[in-house]
């Protein structure tokens, strides 16, 4: 395979005829579909999942923020393994970004310091101590992390999270399902970050997803990569 020359490599142009040239395998109806998709697609809200260790569990949560347009995924791996369960998930995870934080002391720290950088406020839920969860600013980005099944957040997300969040209960039991908890809030979140300023993906973003769901549809990806990659002036 002919090499790339990194000193005159301009990867802005090289992608731009590379999707050129995967455009032509990929169906209308898929290209409009991606379209529809990336113009609701957001990287506004995000959430962290910590420690979660029931795979269904977090395959729900998974499918959930697809659903409503999230982009970003944070999966903090501390004394839990994450694991997927393919038949919750339904194929959504390939359409996220999935952050996972797991070789470090302390991954929950590392995670936070990730978005502290890209300027997210940080919210985390708990059934005590907390607000309700309709009456936070959502005018900022925002995460949300919720904790491993059964003992919740970690005392290093209590002590540094902006704030404390809770679903109201109205009945005896103490707490939702984490996958119910992140349906409630997500959805109520998602609706209202959609009207602040900024919510919706730059073109750059834009343009980088699809590019990467282009490589994720058309057949024999590997093969077109490869010959792409050694005929690539034909495609200036």
């Known amino acids: ?3 790339i020359n990194l000193d005159s490599f301009d990867k802005q142009a090289y992608d731009q005829k590379l999707l050129r040239y995967l455009d032509q395998y990929v169906t209308d109806n898929k290209k409009r ?6 113009n ?5 809200l995000t959430f962290v999942v910590e420690d979660i ?7 729900a949560v998974m499918r959930t923020a697809e659903c409503l347009g999230l982009q970003d995924v944070h999966v903090v791996e501390q004394n839990n393994k994450f694991d997927f369960n393919p038949y919750v998930l339904r194929g959504s995870g390939k359409w996220l970004t999935v952050h996972h934080h797991k ?3 302390q991954n929950v720290k590392t995670c936070f310091a990730m978005l502290r950088e890209q300027g997210y406020q940080i919210l985390a839920t708990s059934p005590r101590e907390a607000v309700d969860y309709r009456e936070v600013d959502l005018t900022k980005k925002t995460a949300v ?7 919740g957040i970690s005392n290093y997300v209590k002590e540094h999270a902006d704030q404390l969040i809770t ?20 959805e109520f979140y998602n609706h209202a970050i959609r009207k602040t ?4 993906l730059s073109s750059e973003e834009k343009f980088s997803l699809l590019l990467e769901w282009y490589q994720k549809v058309v057949p024999k990806i590997d093969m077109h990569l490869k010959y792409f990659e050694q005929n690539q002036t034909k495609f200036e």
Do not use: C, Y
């Not at 260790?53 to 395959?59: D, M, R, T, Y």
């Open 197 to 200: 300023e900024g919510w919706q």
């Open 40 to 44: 609701q697609r957001t990287r506004h």
């Open 145 to 151: 992390v919720f904790g491993a099944e059964e003992i």
């Open 167 to 186: 679903i109201p209960m109205a009945g005896f039991t103490e707490s939702f399902n984490i996958s119910v908890s992140a349906a409630i809030v997500l």
């Open 1 to 3: 395979m002919k090499k």
């Open 33 to 38: 579909k991606f379209e529809q998709v990336l």
């Open 103 to 105: 070789d470090q002391e």
């Open 53 to 59: 260790f029931k795979s269904h569990n977090a395959s």
